[in-house]
């Protein structure tokens, strides 16, 4: 928005409240929520299989964040701020069923704010496991954490056995599996598989176990388990590098290439047979936090179709009967957003949105919330 027609718009606010208020957040809030209302008034049109909404805004800008939805709690940690040099060590809390947003405070401080895999035991405890510490492409770093839902307190767990990049994660029977991601380079795939022990929060293992199954190893991959099989849905081999001999990790975009998958995979991790599924229609990257499970349907959206095209398409995949289909777009085209799914609303939550309709590649980073009904389409 231009700062004349910022201006213009600031004058619809009475004066005696403009005064007021100046700069402040609320303002801000108010204005950003107008603008965003404005772009869905005329881009509605365009995406009618989805009537979109404005959610409750959230109170940081981020990409690349990281989240856990438990029940109608869905906790938000970290990711990068407008840029890849500035990153927020922020955690919030939105209450889908009253649509506010808490300030859970700073996540702990060797905690990565990036590429960390987050997992919850759907009741009482939300775990990190290794990822990025720090802006640009620094170094992943091994370290882990446990939050309290309940008490609100961080503790550590022991650290993975070498540090990864966005590894897939899940928990099923009081065990935290993780598998692959990339290597310590940021670039290779790693096809490790590891769990560890810990029931009601408390740690049973001395450390993490290595299991004999070896997963294709991808990174920025959406991934479930569910009927004792472990799904795998796109995702990328390869990632950006940071410019070597750089101390401040800058990243080198150019001359890397990245592979992106619509390859879907379901493993049995007990033999480690695996089941080739239908492809996604589309190859799909950086979704690891954009897929929810809604009754018996898995939804996947926004994410990378190339490092420099977003995606505004949304994915819907029936596993009962192995069938994927469209079943509408997002706002804008969007990459590494954060979603959730509650009481029939899929909820699109910050990210980076495309420079326009018409030009996919990364443009600004936002706080907006996005939400529409999908339970007519279950």
């Known amino acids: 928005m231009t700062e004349t027609k910022r201006n213009s718009l600031s004058r619809l606010i009475p004066g005696k409240y403009?005064?007021?208020?100046?700069?402040?957040?609320?303002?801000?809030?108010?204005l950003k929520d107008r603008e965003d209302r404005n772009?869905?008034?005329?881009?509605?049109?365009?995406?009618?299989?989805?009537?979109?909404?404005?959610?409750?805004?959230?109170?940081?800008?981020?990409?690349?964040?990281?989240?856990?939805?438990?029940?109608?709690?869905?906790?938000?940690?970290?990711?990068?701020?407008?840029?890849?040099?500035?990153?927020?060590r922020k955690h919030h809390q939105l209450n889908l069923k009253t649509g506010k947003w808490t300030d859970m405070g700073p996540v702990?401080?060797?905690?990565?704010?990036?590429?960390?895999?987050?997992?919850?035991?759907?009741?009482?405890?939300?775990?990190?496991?290794?990822?990025?510490?720090?802006?640009?492409?620094?170094?992943?770093?091994p370290y882990c954490f446990k939050f309290d839902m309940q008490t609100h307190e961080w503790s550590r767990l022991p650290d993975l056995p070498e540090s990864r990049y966005m590894p897939m994660i899940f928990f099923n029977d009081d065990r935290i599996h993780v598998i692959g991601g990339s290597m310590?380079?940021?670039?290779?795939?790693?096809?490790?598989?590891?769990?560890?022990?810990?029931?009601?929060?408390?740690?049973?293992?001395?450390?993490?176990?290595?299991?004999?199954?070896?997963?294709?190893?991808?990174t920025h991959t959406p991934c479930l388990y569910r009927d004792d099989e472990f799904y795998i849905f796109g995702g990328q081999k390869g990632d950006v590098p940071p410019v070597e001999g750089c101390e401040e990790y800058f990243c080198q975009f150019e001359g890397t290439k990245d592979l992106v998958l619509d390859i879907v995979q379901k493993v049995n991790l007990e033999t480690g047979s695996v089941t080739e599924l239908s492809p996604m229609p589309l190859a799909l990257s950086h979704t690891e936090y954009s897929i929810v499970e809604a009754q018996d349907k898995i939804i996947i959206t926004s994410g990378t179709l190339h490092r420099t095209v977003l995606?505004?398409?949304?994915?819907?995949?029936?596993?009962?009967?192995?069938?994927?289909?469209?079943?509408?777009?997002?706002?804008?085209?969007?990459?590494?957003?954060?979603?959730a799914y509650y009481n029939g609303w899929l909820y699109i939550i910050a990210g980076q949105n495309a420079k326009c309709d018409l030009d996919r590649r990364p443009g600004i980073v936002t706080n907006t919330v996005w939400r529409a009904r999908i339970d007519?389409?279950?």
């Open 311 to 339: 995606n505004d398409q949304i994915l819907m995949y029936d596993i009962s009967n192995d069938e994927w289909s469209i079943i509408g777009k997002t706002p804008h085209a969007m990459k590494k957003t954060c979603t």
């Open 184 to 218: 310590p380079d940021r670039c290779s795939p790693a096809e490790d598989y590891w769990t560890l022990h810990v029931k009601n929060g408390v740690v049973m293992d001395e450390d993490w176990q290595m299991q004999p199954i070896k997963v294709d190893g991808r």
């Open 18 to 30: 403009r005064r007021k208020i100046g700069n402040h957040r609320l303002y801000q809030k108010w």
């Open 108 to 141: 702990p401080e060797l905690m990565p704010e990036t590429h960390n895999a987050i997992i919850s035991d759907n009741k009482r405890y939300i775990y990190s496991v290794s990822g990025q510490l720090g802006p640009h492409c620094s170094p992943s770093v």
């Open 376 to 378: 007519h389409l279950l």
């Open 39 to 88: 772009y869905l008034k005329q881009r509605q049109s365009e995406i009618p299989e989805l009537k979109w909404e404005l959610g409750p805004r959230c109170p940081q800008v981020c990409v690349e964040a990281n989240r856990a939805q438990v029940g109608h709690l869905l906790h938000l940690f970290g990711g990068y701020v407008h840029d890849c040099a500035t990153m927020s």
